[in-house]
């Protein structure tokens, strides 16, 4: 038999996949999964059943409902005063993964460079392989994961083409001030690059912390894309949900990868999300105060075994350093909870190109219900 494609060659399972199976197997509590292990707001799964029930059932048109398109062209106007148009704008996507995969299949040629700030969402080191691009990795730095300036600035070549920033920051936590984004801003606005701004955990804010779309920056609205995503906003990650937001040029280029890849996205799900975002404003402070009790409840918890960190402002995951705790790599202590104390959680290791610095850590999800929660920290106790 012939060989499969090149440009998946290294492709491994994700790390997802491999520490979900060892939780299964030995029936680990798993705060590995990004995802809740709860349901959405049970209001708006009715709204989809009502959807289906409508009719709602055929393809949709391909850049997305224009029901969605126009609501999501309202919340940006709403929440950060940027104007979308529905029409030449905005596409939706199944998911922000398909997002991610159409804006750098629309944008890099092979031997383009992307510059990738690790740790990353690992789907983007992909879809940068299967453009035939190459991942330029810089490194956020511990403890609080910034960025050098020069260091980011040295690895702008004249092949590079694109940066991908993700705020708030998976796994970090992570909420970019405005002074960070403006830096990374001028590098882009200075040696004439793209940037997409990944900003799937927009609203997963805690204690004041406010989001900055980084197209919002002085001069950066043309050349920024953003993607964001339903799946986190209304904890509903299977519904898949995308959307970008781009220039008229981008968003054509875009479009035209879409209509070959998936061609159109499931309309009673569109319709419901478009619902969804009507009500976001009054939805929002209860999801908020959800999230932070999780994450203050687990946080403490961690405290009190001996784990040192920074609580995050954002996203649902805690990125914990774990050398005071053992003398073990990231893979090998995830490995050894799982075993020992049936925890499963992420090691980070696999969201870093370049750096080491992710073997001193390990990912945790709070976005679980709290009996989980309680059960993951009664069996860690004594660690
Ligand atoms: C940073 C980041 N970007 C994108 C995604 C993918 O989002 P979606 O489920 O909408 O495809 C995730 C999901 O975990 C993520 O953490």
Same mark, same amino acid.
């Given at each position: 038999m012939k060989e499969t494609a090149t440009r998946i060659a290294g492709f491994k399972d994700s790390i997802f996949g491999t520490i979900s199976k060892l939780a299964r197997e030995h029936n680990a509590v798993?705060?590995?999964?990004?995802?809740p292990d709860f349901d959405g707001p049970e209001w708006l799964k009715d709204i989809a059943y009502k959807k289906m029930q409508e009719g709602h059932n055929q393809y949709a048109p391909f850049p997305g409902t224009v029901s969605l398109r126009q609501e999501v062209s309202n919340y940006y106007k709403d929440f950060y005063k940027l104007n979308y148009d529905p029409e030449s704008h905005i596409t939706i996507s199944v998911g922000a993964t398909e997002a991610i995969y159409l804006v750098i299949t629309a944008l890099i040629n092979p031997g383009d460079e992307v510059i990738v700030l690790e740790p990353f969402y690992d789907s983007y080191v992909a879809s940068i392989k299967m453009a035939g @691009? *190459?991942?330029?990795?810089?490194?956020?730095?511990? +403890?609080?994961?910034? !960025? %050098?300036?020069?260091? =980011?600035? &040295? /690895?702008? /070549?004249? &092949?590079? &083409?694109? *940066? !991908? =920033?993700?705020n708030p920051h998976n796994p970090t936590g992570k909420v970019w001030s405005k002074e960070e984004l403006i830096d990374v801003a001028h590098l882009s606005m200075k040696h004439d690059l793209y940037l997409m701004s %990944?900003?799937?955990?927009?609203?997963? =804010?805690?204690? @004041?912390?406010?989001? !900055?779309?980084t197209a919002t920056l002085e001069g950066m609205y043309e050349r920024t894309i953003t993607v964001s995503s339903a799946g986190k906003t209304f904890g509903l990650t299977g519904w898949k949900i995308g959307w970008i937001c781009?220039?008229? /040029? *981008?968003?054509?280029?875009v479009r035209l990868v879409h209509q070959y890849v998936t061609f159109a996205v499931s309309t009673p799900i569109q319709e419901a999300v478009a619902e969804g975002l009507k009500k976001l404003p009054d939805y929002l402070p209860g999801f908020v105060e959800l999230y932070k009790s999780k994450r203050d409840f687990f946080y403490k918890e961690l405290r009190e075994l001996g784990f040192d960190f920074q609580i995050p402002k954002g996203t649902y995951f805690?990125?914990? +350093?774990? /050398?005071?705790?053992?003398?073990? &790599? %990231?893979?090998?202590f995830a490995l050894k909870l799982i075993q020992e104390r049936k925890v499963a959680t992420v090691p980070p290791s696999a969201f870093y190109l370049k750096s080491s610095e992710g073997e001193k850590f390990l990912r945790f999800c709070f976005a679980k219900k709290e009996e989980t929660l309680k059960l993951a920290a009664l069996q860690l106790k004594g660690l």
């Open positions: 798993n705060l590995g999964q990004g995802f @691009g *190459i991942p330029i990795p810089v490194t956020m730095h511990a +403890p609080d994961f910034s !960025i %050098d300036k020069n260091e =980011l600035e &040295k /690895s702008i /070549s004249s &092949k590079t &083409k694109l *940066i !991908i =920033l993700n %990944d900003e799937v955990y927009e609203f997963l =804010l805690f204690d @004041g912390a406010k989001h !900055i779309p781009a220039n008229e /040029s *981008i968003t054509k280029a805690m990125m914990v +350093p774990i /050398s005071k705790k053992t003398n073990l &790599k %990231d893979v090998e």
